[in-house]
């Protein structure tokens, strides 16, 4: 069983920074895509930043310039350092991996989140 478990989280006034971190168990992580999504009241769970198992890295537009997605396979451990936050990035945020085969999506794992609040 894999577990994901986030953690970093808090309250900050806009402009502020946050590391998020998500430790995971079980021998999956250094193949797997590493990603980190936020979900805000009422709405969807949205792409935030993916890093492949070879360090290629993706952010969505928003983000891009503010946010460092990062991995350290030898401690099982996916880092989000976010600077310049802003009100709008207030949301859960939640580790995933997941993997493909040739056959489609292998596997999928969810942490529970941790939340992120931005605000004066």
């Known amino acids: 069983q894999v577990q994901l478990v986030e953690s970093g989280g808090g309250l900050v006034e806009p402009g502020g920074s946050l590391r998020l971190s998500c430790a995971a168990s079980g021998s999956i992580f250094s193949v797997s895509t590493m990603g980190w999504y936020r979900q805000a009241p009422g709405k969807e769970r949205d792409f935030v930043a993916t890093?492949?198992?070879?360090?290629?890295?993706a952010y969505r537009d928003s983000v891009k310039g503010r946010f460092t997605i990062s991995r350290d396979n030898a401690e099982n451990t996916l880092y989000l350092q976010m600077y310049s936050l802003k009100p709008e990035d207030t949301a859960t945020y939640y580790c995933?991996?997941?993997?493909?085969?040739?056959?489609?999506?292998?596997?999928?794992?969810w942490g529970r989140g941790t939340q992120v609040t931005v605000s004066s």
């Open positions: 995933n991996a997941r993997r493909y085969s040739s056959t489609g999506l292998w596997y999928n794992y």
């Open positions: 890093i492949t198992a070879g360090g290629t890295m």
